[in-house]
C-alpha cells in the first residue's frame, strides 16, 4: 500500500507591482547638448570647480603664481615710467614654463585617467556621445582652460602698458601676438598632456609622465644648442629647437612674431625655418589628436 502524497502547494500568481517609475516626456536636447554639458563640466575640473574646497587650492594658487609676475612688471613700469615692458608679449609663457608644466601635470589626468580608474567610459559612450565627441570635448576644455591660465597674465600686461601710457599702437600688435601665442600653445600642450595621461588611470604616474615630457626633451635641446652654439653651428640651433614642445614654441614666436628666443647667442630662426616650426606645431598636434581617437576607440574603455 502506497504513502500518501503531500498536496502540492499551488504556485501564487505573478504581481506587478507599481513603484512609480515614470517615462520621461521632457524634451531631448540631443548630443550636442551632450557635448557641450561635457566640455563645460571638464573645464570646469580643470579647476576644481564642482568639488572640494582642497581641489581648488592648487589649481588656483598656481594661477595666482602665473599672475603675479606680470603684475609686478606692470608696477615697476607704471612706477619707474619705463618705455617698454620688461618682458614681451609671446615670452611670457615660455618665461613661466615650469608653472603652466605644474598645471599641465595637475588638470591632465584629473580630466581623462580619473575616468579609467571609475571605469565611467562604457557611461560616456552608452549614448549619446561617440568616441570622437569625448575627445574633443577633452581637448578644446583642457585648451581654453590653458589658454586662460596663459592668458590672463598677457591681459595683465597690456592693462599696465596702457596704464604707463605706452604705445598705444604698438603695445595693441604686441598684445594680439602674445594672445596669439597663448592659443598655439594651448592647443599644443593640451593634446601632448591628455594623450600621456589617457595612456594610464594612475593620476600620479600621468604626472609624473607629463613633467617628464615637457622638461627632460627641453633641457637636452637647451643642452645641445649651446654646444653647437660654442662650435658656432648656428644653422642647426634652428633645426635642434624642433625637437621639444618648449624650444618648438620659443622658435615659432621668435621667428613669425618677431619676438626674442631663449636659444644660444639669441639665435633667431629665419621666417623660412618659422613655417617649418609651424608645420610642426600643426603635425605634432594633429598626432596627439589622432592616437587620441585611437585610444578611446579601443575596446575595454
Excluded at 615650469?98 to 571605469?119: E, K
Excluded at 653651428?233 to 628666443?261: C, H, K, N, R, V
Excluded at 605634432?284 to 589622432?290: D, E, G, I, P, S
Aim: some cysteine; proline content about 6%.
Amino acid at each position: 500500500m502506497s504513502a500518501p502524497t503531500e498536496p502540492v502547494a499551488a504556485t501564487p500568481a505573478a504581481r506587478i507591482h507599481n513603484i512609480g517609475y515614470r517615462h520621461y516626456d521632457g524634451p531631448r536636447l540631443g548630443v550636442s547638448y551632450a557635448r557641450l554639458s561635457l566640455f563645460t563640466h571638464s573645464l570646469r575640473g580643470a579647476y576644481g570647480l564642482g568639488r572640494s574646497a582642497r581641489s581648488k587650492i592648487l589649481p588656483f594658487a598656481l594661477f595666482a603664481v602665473m599672475c603675479v609676475p606680470a603684475m609686478v612688471m606692470v608696477a615697476v613700469a607704471v612706477t619707474v615710467g619705463m618705455n617698454s615692458l620688461p618682458l614681451d608679449y609671446t615670452k611670457y609663457a615660455l618665461f613661466m614654463q615650469p608653472i603652466v608644466g605644474l598645471y599641465l601635470a595637475l588638470a591632465g589626468p584629473q580630466l581623462v585617467s580619473l575616468d579609467q580608474r571609475f571605469h565611467t567610459l562604457p557611461l560616456y559612450f552608452s549614448r549619446p556621445i561617440e568616441h570622437a565627441d569625448y575627445v574633443r570635448a577633452k581637448v578644446a576644455a583642457l585648451a581654453a582652460a590653458l589658454f586662460l591660465f596663459t592668458a590672463t597674465p598677457v591681459v595683465l600686461l597690456y592693462a599696465g602698458a596702457l596704464l604707463a601710457k605706452l604705445s598705444v599702437v604698438d603695445e595693441t600688435i604686441g598684445f594680439g601676438k602674445g594672445l596669439l601665442t597663448s592659443a598655439v600653445f594651448s592647443v599644443l600642450h593640451a593634446a601632448i598632456a591628455l594623450l600621456i595621461a589617457s595612456l594610464t588611470p594612475r593620476r600620479g604616474f600621468g604626472v609624473a609622465a607629463i613633467i617628464a615630457t615637457l622638461t627632460v626633451p627641453y633641457f637636452a635641446v637647451t643642452v645641445v644648442q649651446a654646444v653647437l652654439g660654442e662650435q658656432g653651428s648656428e644653422g642647426a640651433i634652428g633645426w635642434l629647437g624642433m625637437l621639444s614642445p618648449g624650444s618648438l614654441m620659443d622658435g615659432f614666436q621668435g621667428a613669425l612674431l618677431g619676438g626674442s628666443t631663449d636659444f644660444p647667442h639669441m639665435y633667431v630662426p629665419s621666417g623660412a625655418m618659422g613655417v617649418g616650426y609651424l608645420a610642426v606645431i600643426i603635425g605634432l598636434t594633429a598626432a596627439c589628436y589622432a592616437l587620441l581617437l585611437r585610444r578611446y576607440r579601443k575596446a575595454g574603455l
